[in-house]
């Protein structure tokens, strides 16, 4: 007996599946996660993956990498040079070809986005 019910979809909304192997495509996933926590707002002692900035990362058949990041205000200082930052952490990675930081600011960013990690470093429960 089934204790769900699961729905496909249809063929023609399908997400065509990667040209990447899925263990190749998970590690570098997890190696892609990681050089992104190597990466640090100067102002706070919490990487930006763990302070909720990464909103998007994409991987191509290409190995190319597209991410969307944010910053914690605006006018954040370091905002001319954080996206560099991420590419060249990011570019590191075995199998990239390339990778592009674009700033987004919809949806703001919040506390609510920090991991627990970042919330016990900043000490704001």
């Known amino acids: 007996m089934m204790d769900a019910v699961t729905e496909t979809l ?14 190749e495509l998970a590690r570098m996933t997890d190696d892609i996660v990681a050089a992104l926590k190597t990466v640090y707002d100067p102002e706070i002692p919490v990487d930006i993956y763990e302070l909720g900035l990464i909103y998007k990362v994409d991987i191509d058949d290409d190995r190319n990498v597209a991410i969307e990041m944010t910053l914690t205000a605006p ?11 991420v590419e060249n952490a990011v ?11 674009t700033i987004v600011f919809d949806p703001p960013w919040d506390h609510s986005r920090m991991s627990d990690e970042a919330r016990v470093a900043l000490n704001m429960w």
Do not use: F, H, L, R
């Open 10 to 23: 249809p063929v023609e909304n399908a997400p065509d599946p990667s040209a990447i192997p899925a263990d």
């Open 75 to 85: 006018g954040c200082p370091v905002a001319g040079d954080m996206p560099g930052w």
């Open 91 to 101: 570019s590191t990675v075995a199998g990239v070809a390339s990778c592009k930081a």
